[in-house]
């Protein structure tokens, strides 16, 4: 998307707010993370497989938690209790132990929750991803990760043209929800400019705005090998620089495939129970 038109969108969107008054079989990392399998490597045991996962150092709050919770035993016969084709397998709610069927789960968790250690581009939700799950942006502004629940991507491959739209969606996405949380900080002043008919003023406020609100967001540039990645190998670019990504799968992707495609009730809970039997680390730093 070039400047102007970043410009043009922008300025609609701040026009529309004064008109309405602001009414994711061995897998092996090809990646920037580090050839030598630097980190804490865990294994989970499950009812269909074992899946290895490693956890990146440059996520120390994350890594941390996951191994502290590991050891405890947390995550021993915890359900995989959202399972969608296609997209990931979800697990660490702590009412899915022995949960009965048919209980909808998902929102278990300790009582904490983890400060986001978002570094996107160089983790993304690539196949193979392991991420935090947590609560939307409505109530969690500052994407604080859940304190147990984790998600592994496996998504689909696309082309490129398919993820080009989809880049260009995301960004007008994060423009316009950018562009409406600097635009209500000042929304005291744009109501009053705006009744005392102001103009000259709100055209000022306005291009210092987008001004701002292009160098928050950025240009919508993503690195070849991520594009290369989602398009040979797939994965969850959509949520890519809204989620933790902490670590990926080295081995047990057959697994990871064959419990997303079981069969799941309207809440994607698998019919039958997918649990994780153990887990343990077996590699520490």
């Given at each position: 998307?070039?400047?102007?038109?970043?410009?043009?969108?922008?300025a609609?969107i701040f026009?529309?707010?004064?008109v309405?008054?602001v009414?994711?079989?061995t897998?092996?990392?090809?990646?920037?993370?580090?050839?030598?399998?630097n980190?804490v490597?865990?294994?989970?045991?499950?009812?269909?497989?074992?899946?290895?996962?490693?956890?990146?150092?440059?996520?120390?709050?994350?890594?941390?938690?996951f191994?502290?919770?590991?050891?405890?035993?947390?995550?021993?016969?915890l359900?995989f209790h959202?399972?969608?084709?296609e997209?990931?397998?979800?697990?660490?709610?702590?009412?899915?132990?022995?949960?009965?069927p048919?209980?909808?789960?998902g929102?278990g968790?300790?009582?904490?929750t983890?400060?986001?250690?978002?570094d996107?581009?160089k983790?993304?939700?690539?196949?193979?991803a392991?991420?935090?799950?947590?609560t939307?942006?409505q109530?969690n502004?500052?994407?604080?990760?859940s304190?147990?629940q984790?998600?592994?991507v496996t998504?689909?491959?696309?082309?490129?043209?398919q993820?080009?739209?989809m880049?260009?969606?995301?960004?007008?996405e994060?423009?316009?929800n950018t562009?409406?949380?600097?635009?209500a900080?000042?929304?005291?002043?744009?109501?009053?400019w705006?009744k005392?008919?102001?103009e000259a003023?709100?055209?000022?406020l306005?291009?210092?705005?987008?001004?701002?609100?292009?160098?928050k967001v950025?240009?919508?540039?993503?690195?070849?090998?991520?594009?290369?990645?989602?398009?040979?190998?797939?994965?969850a670019?959509?949520?890519?620089?809204?989620?933790?990504?902490?670590?990926?799968v080295l081995?047990?992707?057959?697994?990871?495939?064959k419990?997303?495609?079981?069969e799941?009730?309207?809440?994607?809970?698998?019919?039958?129970?997918v649990?994780?039997?153990?887990?343990?680390v077996?590699?520490?730093?």
């Open positions: 998307m070039q400047k102007s038109s970043h410009i043009k969108w922008i609609l026009l529309a707010i004064f309405n008054f009414n994711a079989q897998f092996q990392d090809n990646s920037m993370q580090d050839q030598n399998n980190g490597i865990v294994e989970l045991k499950t009812t269909m497989g074992d899946i290895t996962v490693l956890l990146y150092n440059d996520t120390p709050l994350h890594r941390d938690n191994v502290k919770l590991v050891k405890e035993g947390y995550y021993d016969g359900l959202r399972v969608i084709n997209f990931m397998i979800q697990t660490g709610d702590p009412e899915s132990r022995d949960a009965q048919g209980k909808m789960l929102s968790s300790p009582d904490y983890i400060e986001a250690e978002i996107y581009p983790h993304y939700n690539k196949y193979g392991l991420a935090a799950a947590r939307g942006d109530f502004p500052e994407r604080r990760s304190g147990s984790f998600y592994i998504g689909r491959k696309m082309s490129e043209q993820f080009e739209a880049q260009m969606r995301k960004h007008q994060e423009l316009q562009f409406q949380a600097l635009a900080q000042h929304m005291d002043t744009i109501r009053a705006q005392e008919g102001k003023e709100l055209e000022e306005r291009q210092q705005l987008i001004k701002q609100t292009e160098e950025g240009d919508n540039i993503i690195p070849e090998n991520i594009k290369k990645d989602y398009i040979e190998k797939g994965g670019p959509h949520l890519d620089g809204a989620y933790t990504v902490f670590g990926e081995s047990g992707m057959d697994v990871v495939e419990i997303q495609k079981v799941t009730d309207s809440h994607d809970r698998p019919l039958e129970d649990k994780i039997i153990s887990a343990k077996i590699k520490n730093n």
